[in-house]
């Protein structure tokens, strides 16, 4: 009997075992499944979008409403950009117009941070300064390039002005916005374990503040990028450099639109490109540890 009932007790485990590896076989190809429709999900929208202005602008060029000088064909602008290319202008032009657009970046980063905090923190400072700050986000930073080129001459310092003034007041106005944002609590919480000044800012303030001052940083790129764009279509010198914006003043002189969009288009990957790999990723990040954010598995 105990022999039959040891055969009956494998046959069981054995079937538990079958059953547990066909399940993960399953669960397996469910995730698999899941993974791919989301990958197509998220693929086909913009596809669709970009067939469909395709064909609006074929259908567009062929009405003749614009001679072909004015609105060149899809071809025709594929075709510059194919030898923009080829010959490294483009990519050349990207590369030095990201790398001035990062060190502009970075260096309103380590002026509007700190800037952001004191208005928060500091009433007084807040009450005087907070207004003109926010007055300047809204200033186009087109309308600091004149007194750029005034004040530090045509180069590479007029450049880094425009993108400075363009990009600090929104750093500031989102660390500003983060800190508003934190329940009082924490700050309570904070003083009762010693944290207090320096030691508060950097393990209560700033930690709770990200959701909203990476929304400042996310805001403070797109001023920056456009701050550098009106610049480098000003600030035009051989000894600079070739940027995107320069590019662009160079089709414009030329008259050749099919180099303004590819230059259009250049701005266009370079702006997409770091919004999917710099800040979308640590915008996921911020929220998921906060539990604002289910991680897919």
Known sequence: MSILDGLRSSSNDDLASLEAGLDALE???????????QAVSAVWPPALAIALLLLVWEVTY?????????????????????????????LHAMATSLTRGGLGFLAALALGT???????????????????????????????????????????????????LGA?????????????QIPPLYERVGRVLGARGFASARHVLL???????????????????RSLMAAELIVSSPELGQGLGQLLDAGRSLNDMSLVFAGILGILVVGIAVELCVFAPLERRVLRRRGLLVARS
């Open 27 to 37: 669960t397996h190809a469910a995730r698999t499944r899941s993974r791919r429709r």
């Open 62 to 90: 062929r009405s003749g409403v614009k001679p072909a000088y004015a609105l060149p064909s899809p071809m025709d602008v594929g075709l510059v950009l194919r030898d923009q290319l080829r010959d490294g202008t483009l």
């Open 114 to 164: 700190p800037l952001g905090v004191l208005i928060a923190r500091v009433r007084p400072v807040r009450r005087g300064i907070g207004p003109l700050v926010s007055g300047l986000q809204s200033l186009p930073s087109v309308a600091w390039v004149p007194a750029a080129i005034i004040f530090f001459g045509i180069g590479d310092p007029a450049i880094y002005a425009v993108v400075l």
């Open 168 to 180: 600090t007041p929104s750093i500031a106005n989102g660390m500003v916005s983060g800190i508003d």
């Open 207 to 225: 930690p709770a503040a990200l959701p909203g001052y990476v929304g400042g940083l996310r805001q403070g790129w797109a001023f920056s990028w």
